[in-house]
C-alpha cells in the first residue's frame, strides 16, 4: 500500500439490487460482512465513510421538479463512500473485494476532480464533441 500522503481520494458509488436469487439470510451475511471490511479499511486509513441513500427522491432539471428515481428507467444507486488510493486501478481491485459483490451489487468507481469546473476543459458533463456553441 502506498504512503497514506501520497493518496487520491475516489469516490465509490453502489449500484444496483439484490440478486432475486439469494436468501434475505445470505444478503445479511454480505452486509455484515461488508460492515467488517468497511471498518477495517477504515482504520487503515484506505476508506472514508459515505451514507446509503433513501429510496425517495427529486430530479431536478430544467424542466423542473420530478419524482424518481425510477429502479424501472435507470439503475438503481444504494449509496456511496471514499476510497484513498494511488491510482483508479487500486481503488478498484479494493471495490474487487466488498462483499456485497457475491448478491448483484456493482460499483462504480470514480477519481474526485481537484479543480472547479469549466467550459474550456473536458470534464464527465462535457459532451466529447462540444463545439463553441456557435
Given amino acids: 500500500?502506498?504512503?497514506?500522503?501520497?493518496?487520491?481520494?475516489?469516490?465509490?458509488?453502489?449500484?444496483?439490487?439484490?440478486?432475486?436469487?439469494?436468501?434475505?439470510?445470505?444478503?445479511?451475511?454480505?452486509?455484515?460482512?461488508?460492515?467488517?471490511?468497511h471498518d477495517r479499511l477504515v482504520s487503515q486509513g484506505v476508506m472514508k465513510s459515505g451514507q446509503r441513500l433513501a429510496r425517495e427522491a427529486k430530479i431536478v432539471s430544467s424542466s423542473g421538479v420530478t419524482d424518481g428515481p425510477f429502479a424501472e428507467g435507470k439503475e438503481v444507486v444504494g449509496g456511496y463512500w471514499f476510497f484513498l488510493a494511488g491510482s483508479l486501478a487500486e481503488a478498484a481491485a479494493l471495490a474487487a473485494q466488498n462483499p456485497c459483490l457475491a448478491c448483484g451489487l456493482t460499483y462504480e468507481v470514480r477519481p474526485i476532480e481537484e479543480e472547479r469546473a469549466s467550459a474550456f476543459k473536458l470534464s464527465s458533463e462535457m459532451p466529447e464533441n462540444f463545439g463553441d456553441g456557435k
Fill in 1 to 37: 500500500m502506498n504512503d497514506l500522503t501520497s493518496l487520491s481520494e475516489y469516490l465509490v458509488i453502489s449500484r444496483g439490487q439484490w440478486s432475486k436469487d439469494r436468501t434475505r439470510e445470505e444478503i445479511q451475511r454480505a452486509i455484515d460482512d461488508f460492515y467488517r471490511w
